[in-house]
């Protein structure tokens, strides 16, 4: 999974190599930098966030993001709760850290 910034429609996703993490997890670790979108909710971030777990999850990278509230209004508690709807799940408290680790397709001829 290339670092860049990604977009979709007026929606924009920034990741980076996790450089904040111990040189052995730079391989499969991504870092969301920022998530933002000119039309707040108009379901833009939200689809561009599911295209970049889908594309972690097909390179088996870790996604983490330090949880920042911006200007669109939403609380620590909102964004929280927005992230954890991709899987992701909050690893530190101080400064907000939350981690996605890569997840299988929904296969239901698997079960």
């Not at 977009?7 to 924009?12: G, N, W």
């Not at 979108?37 to 330090?66: F, N």
């Amino acid at each position: 999974m290339e670092p860049g910034l990604r977009t979709y429609k007026q929606a924009s996703l920034r990741v980076a190599v996790a450089s904040g993490l111990p040189i052995d997890m730079h391989e499969l670790t991504r870092e969301i930098l920022s998530v933002k979108s000119d039309a707040p909710r108009e379901g833009h971030a939200t689809a561009l966030l599911y295209q970049t777990c889908a594309e972690a999850d097909k390179w088996w990278m870790t996604l983490v993001i330090q949880v920042r509230p911006f200007d669109d209004g939403m609380t620590m508690e909102q964004l929280q709760k927005f992230y954890t709807r991709f899987g992701f799940l909050k690893i530190q408290d101080e400064p907000v850290l939350m981690a996605r680790s890569p997840q299988l397709p929904n296969n239901p001829r698997m079960h």
